[in-house]
């Protein structure tokens, strides 16, 4: 499948894309840091998609996500 990251400031401009292929040993893909400015009110995107084979069954995506404010 097909993973992305997006900020609601540029929606149409992924800041993060990978690609989790189980067939070829990837089973995680990892992000660890992004120091971006969010108006009050923005989002950070989080997309899963249907990868390579173009479909969904028996796929499965856990998401594990830390936001912090920093001042």
Known sequence: MD???SLSTAPTSPIY???IDVGAG???ASFTTLNAA?????TIDFQVGCGKNGDYFFDS?????VIEQVK
């Open 3 to 5: 993973v992305h990251i």
């Open 17 to 19: 894309n990978n690609v």
């Open 26 to 28: 990837l089973t995680s």
């Open 38 to 42: 969010l108006p009050l009110g923005g």
């Open 61 to 65: 995506t856990g998401l594990n996500v």
